[in-house]
């Protein structure tokens, strides 16, 4: 069983964010969404998926690099333990 833990408020996300400087990010996707990661330092895109409608995805970051997605999607930080 996982346990995740909000550790803040879920935000909308779009455009760029670092979720409130967040290293651990569960994101939430009501429809098929396209996410791109891009590092904070250099501003390149280093990875990218697909969510599928209604899917839910835990991202690990840097604090500084960013998420964007093609459609809104629903940001929470968390911590976790397995």
Do not use: H, W
Request: glycine share 4%; charged share 15%; net charge negative.
């Amino acid at each position: 069983m996982n346990i995740t833990k909000p550790i803040s408020t879920e935000v909308e996300v779009t455009t760029a964010s670092t979720v409130n400087d967040s290293k651990l990010v569960r994101i939430y996707a009501s429809a098929n969404t396209l996410i791109q990661m891009t590092n904070g330092e250099t501003s390149e895109i280093y990875g990218s998926f697909t969510i599928p409608a209604g899917g839910v995805e835990v991202v690990e970051k840097a604090v500084l690099d960013t998420i964007t997605a093609n459609t809104t999607v629903y940001c929470t930080p968390v911590a976790y333990k397995s």
